[in-house]
Every structure is written in structure tokens, then in C-alpha cells.
């Protein structure tokens, strides 16, 4: 099951996806220009063998719900991120803040 929707940080939107798997549920948040996600996000693969794409994302682990993961500190960043001032330890709500 897929549910998608948007969800309002301050004046700006962002789309929230859940993906139901068995054992298991995929969550990210995102707008235009970056993302948010669970652990399920390979940080090293898009920092190494897609750094050209310059992709603006950071992680969190642990998380079960779209609310878990605005509140969750981010446990790793790609360097695109790392250069908007998004770092480990800051919560994903703040992360998506530095994306618009």
C-alpha cells in the first residue's frame, strides 16, 4: 500500500510518501529540490557512484511514521546537503527547512 500526501512545515509544502513492504515501511519527505528518508536511504552510494547527480538528501534511522521522521535527528547527509548546512544530529523538519 502507497500513501502520499503533503505535509506543511511553515508556509512551505512538502510531500510525505509511506510505501507499506513486508516487515517493513519506506517513508520519505520531499520538495523540489531534496530529501528526506528512513534508513532504507544508501547515503554512501549517492556520496560515491552518484555524486555527479549532486543529490541533496539526508537520513534518519529508526523512524516508523512520516511525524518520526520531521522530529528524528538526521544520522547522515550527502555532501549536496552537507554544503546547504544540513549535518548529522539536526532534526528532519530543520533539514527540509534548508532545502527550499
Not at 507499506?20 to 552510494?45: E, F, H, Q, W
Not at 560515491?48 to 521522521?69: F, M, N, P, S
Not at 520531521?70 to 530543520?94: Q, W
Amino acid at each position: 500500500m502507497i500513501h502520499m500526501g503533503p505535509i506543511q512545515i511553515g508556509e512551505h509544502t512538502f510531500i510525505g510518501v509511506e510505501v507499506k513492504l513486508p516487515k517493513t515501511t519506506l517513508i520519505s519527505i520531499s520538495n523540489a529540490r531534496g530529501y528526506i528518508m528512513c534508513g532504507a536511504l544508501d547515503v554512501g552510494l549517492l556520496n560515491e557512484r552518484l555524486a555527479d547527480r549532486k543529490i541533496i538528501a539526508a537520513r534518519a534511522v529508526g523512524v516508523r511514521t512520516l511525524k518520526e521522521l520531521l522530529e528524528a535527528p538526521m544520522e547522515s547527509v550527502t555532501a549536496e546537503a552537507e554544503a546547504l548546512g544540513i549535518r548529522p544530529g539536526l532534526p528532519g523538519y530543520e533539514a527540509l527547512l534548508k532545502m527550499v
